[in-house]
C-alpha cells in the first residue's frame, strides 16, 4: 500500500476517534427542560443563539397571579389565568422572527390561536384592530383579518421550552411575516378596537404594517 493512501486512511480514523466528525443535535437542555432543535426537518435557532431587544429590559411576571385581560368591543371582557389560556386548544409553528434591524432566527411556537381567544370573549361585528399591551409599557397593534386569516398565535413554548423570562414569559406574539416590533412580548393586555393605532415603535417612524421585505418607516410627505 502507497505511503500517502496510508496517511489519509489514518487521518480519517484519527478523526472519527477524536470526534472532530460531529452529528447535527436534535435537542439540548435548557435550564432544566429539552429543548428541540428540530421540527417537521426543519432546522430551529437555539434560544441561547435568539437575539432579543426590549425597551426596559427582561420583565419577570408570577404565574399564580398573572392575568390577561381582553377587552374593548367583546360581548364578554374576560381577565385569563394562564391555566385558562394553556387550557385552549394547542397548536404550534415553525416561523422567522425577522428584525428591522436586519438579523433573524428561526423557532418553533407553541400556544393558542388568537381566534379562539377571540372567540372566547365574542368580538364585535364592527372590531377592525387588535392592541396588544405589554408589561413594560410596550404597546403595538395588528388588523383583525390579518390575525384570524393567518391564525397567529400567542405562544407559551419556545422550541418546546416553557417560555422563558427574556423571551417574554408569559405570552409573546408570533406576528409571522411582521417585522420582529409587532411581536409583543409580556402581553398583559388586549383591547378590540375600530380605530387604527399606533405603538411603541410605530409612533416614532416604525411602518405600522411591518410587512417583512417593505419599508421600515412611514412615508413622510
Keep these: 500500500m502507497k505511503p500517502i493512501l496510508l496517511v489519509l486512511i489514518f487521518s480519517v480514523i484519527f478523526v472519527i ?23 417537521k426537518g426543519e432546522s430551529l435557532t437555539p434560544i441561547a443563539q435568539q437575539r432579543n431587544n426590549a425597551i426596559e429590559g427582561t420583565q419577570y411576571i408570577d404565574k399564580e ?30 416561523v422567522d422572527l425577522n428584525c428591522v434591524e436586519g438579523w433573524s432566527f428561526t423557532a418553533k411556537w407553541t400556544g393558542v390561536k388568537m381566534a379562539d381567544l377571540i372567540a372566547e ?37 419556545l422550541n418546546d421550552v416553557t417560555l422563558p423570562p427574556e423571551r417574554g414569559f ?14 409583543a ?24 404594517r411591518a410587512d417583512v421585505g417593505g419599508p421600515a418607516f412611514e412615508r413622510r410627505e
Design 17 to 39: 476517534a477524536s470526534g472532530c466528525v460531529s452529528e447535527k443535535k436534535e435537542s439540548e437542555t435548557y435550564g432544566n427542560q429539552t429543548e428541540n432543535l428540530s421540527y
Design 65 to 94: 397571579s398573572y392575568r390577561l385581560r381582553v377587552e374593548g368591543l367583546v360581548e364578554n371582557p374576560r381577565n385569563f389565568t394562564y391555566e385558562e389560556i394553556t387550557g385552549l386548544p394547542e397548536t404550534s409553528k415553525v
Design 121 to 157: 370573549t365574542g368580538a364585535g361585528e364592527n372590531a377592525t384592530t387588535v392592541v396588544f399591551y405589554s408589561a413594560d409599557g410596550y404597546s403595538t397593534s395588528l388588523d383583525m383579518d390579518y390575525l384570524l386569516e393567518n391564525e397567529i398565535i400567542l405562544a407559551y413554548k
Design 170 to 183: 408569559p405570552l409573546q406574539l408570533v406576528a409571522e411575516s411582521k417585522y420582529g416590533y409587532k411581536w
Design 185 to 208: 412580548k409580556w402581553i398583559v393586555r388586549i383591547e378590540i378596537s375600530n380605530s387604527p393605532y399606533k405603538g411603541y415603535w410605530e409612533k416614532k417612524g416604525y411602518n405600522n
